[in-house]
């Protein structure tokens, strides 16, 4: 099946700081998701991308869907101790019929902030 | 309020048994799916469904089983015959549309002793 890459796998940063991960892949994708999960709850949306080259932002969040519908970014600035948590990245491509509920996630980016 | 539950929060279970986790939504969704967490991974598909009476399996299925008899309710079975079930289970459901976002439960974490 289709794979993402996310990187970094875990960030440690000081509150105040600016932030910045990654998903690529081998495949091309036609929607891009970000989510946050806090531990032991689900994942809240964060931004959703539908067009290369897309930029959206969301207050501090701002995320990209890549020209080569490759890859996404999402940067979080002047973080705060409430972004801590697990980023995932999820994409979705669209099958020979038209239409595809399936999304394929990366494993996530472990984010702690220092007060 | 609208959104998705999941109950209950925590469940045990002793080897051997069959567990089933409910899933629960009034966002007039179409669309719903399970998925499986462990440390470390990213979420993984177990099964979906598009509309009630249909569902298909996704990434992961073997060892699941699920039913789709209202638009509401999407119940996830764990049997004995899967090996390793002890993870963190997320329903999520969606409108149904081409390019629809998934928006997800609390998560159920079951551990099987």
């Known amino acids: 099946g289709q794979q993402l890459n996310q990187s970094p796998q875990s960030m440690f940063i000081q509150e105040g700081e600016d932030v910045s991960m990654n998903c690529t892949s081998s495949?091309?994708?036609?929607?891009w998701l970000w989510y946050k999960q806090d531990p032991g709850e689900g994942p809240v949306l964060l931004i959703a991308?539908?067009?290369?080259?897309e930029l959206t932002s969301n207050g501090r969040l701002t995320a990209q869907f890549g020209i080569t519908r490759k890859d996404s970014f999402l940067n979080i600035s002047a973080s705060i101790p409430s972004d801590v948590g697990i980023y995932f990245c999820a994409g979705r491509i669209r099958n020979s019929g038209g239409s595809n509920y399936k999304l394929t996630f990366g494993k996530g980016t472990l984010l702690t902030v220092n007060p | 309020d609208g959104g998705i539950t999941q109950s209950p929060k925590y469940l045990f279970r002793k080897e051997g048994q069959n567990v089933t986790l409910s899933c629960e939504q009034n966002l007039n969704h179409d669309a719903m799916y399970w998925y499986r967490q462990d440390p470390g991974q990213g979420l993984r598909l177990i099964y979906y469904s598009q509309i009630v009476n249909d569902f298909q399996k996704g990434d992961i299925a073997e060892g699941y089983s699920v039913s789709r008899e209202k638009k509401e309710s999407f119940p996830l079975t764990v049997t004995s015959a899967q090996k390793n079930p002890t993870a963190f289970y997320l329903c999520?459901?969606?409108?149904?549309?081409?390019?629809?976002?998934?928006?997800f439960g609390p998560g159920t974490r079951l551990t099987v002793l």
């Open positions: 495949s091309i994708f036609n929607t």
């Open positions: 991308l539908y067009k290369a080259g």
């Open positions: 999520a459901s969606s409108i149904g549309r081409v390019d629809d976002t998934q928006y």
